[in-house]
């Protein structure tokens, strides 16, 4: 009898083992995946709502990394990274990780749906165009009695002393834009010491390209350097803000999403991608970046503004981020 007892007790005891290990994964639980994204938090609140609906057995988690340290984290740990796709990364940071066999061979994606200048590589596909404009909060600069600047000249008035954000280039795309278009408007000399003249205007550098409208929401400042999407998702929840293009143009930016080399024959990985370009993207664009990057598809969003007239972004290589970098103070 005790025999009898001791072998149930056993029996009991393994198959316990066997569910434990079926229950964390290591018998067929669900496949983790880890993608790395600089995008806005109300973006990768949106991300993971749709990829939970869509893959409700695969474990999915939306690493959220500024982009100067998306893109070198990615350099450092290589094919072996344990991120299987790289998302919301601007593409002179996706050619070095291209150039450093970073990425898949993305080759066999039907690039003929995309504008011309979305196209740039074989290793990487537009995830979407990001366009920036001066953010006014017109609350702030009436409570202050200050009239709304109308050039960037206007801006390095003394009266908008610290009631000015913008993102700092070395760790934001969206402050890079904004720097590299005025360089190339202006020639490097003279943007250069104009952002030496801003500074004491400016209330802080931040770290993220939603810092600069995160900081008129809260009216710590009446002026900001920001993404347009961002600034019309806000107003569309009631924000008092204003959206004003300088005769400059309108700053931009591409981004894009790719996978990491090697991670591509992984089949859920590929399913997360191919969801994420042939899916995901569309409703990205036509929510939160109508700016147009498909051929035959223009979105558009409540107050967002139309005919836009953009900056000169040429020359925006790695090697030209590298040198205006080395060049920024702050």
Known sequence: MKNTIIKRLSLLLALTMLLSLVLTGCGGGKE???????????????MNARLSEAFPDYDITVEYVATGSHAAKLLTEGTNSECDITYDLEYAYMEQL??????ADLSSYDRSIYLEDTVASDYYLVQCRVGGAI???TEVLQEKGLAEPTSYADLLKPEYKGLISMANPKSSGT??????????AWGEDKAVQYFDDLTPNILQYTSSGSGPVNALLQKEVAIGFGMTSHAVTQINEGAKLKIVYFEEGSPYTMYGQSIIAGKEQRESVK??????????????NEKFFPEQMFKDKVFSVENYPENIVYSDMSGNTIEAKEHLLSLWKY
């Open 32 to 46: 983790r995946i880890l993608i790395y994204t600089s995008v806005e938090d109300y973006v990768i609140e949106d």
């Open 135 to 137: 953010i006014l909060n």
């Open 175 to 184: 402050g890079y834009m904004f720097y590299k278009s005025l360089v190339n």
């Open 98 to 103: 291209a150039q450093a066999g970073v990425l």
């Open 271 to 284: 399913a997360v991608f191919d969801f994420l370009v042939k899916t995901y993207s569309y409703e990205l």
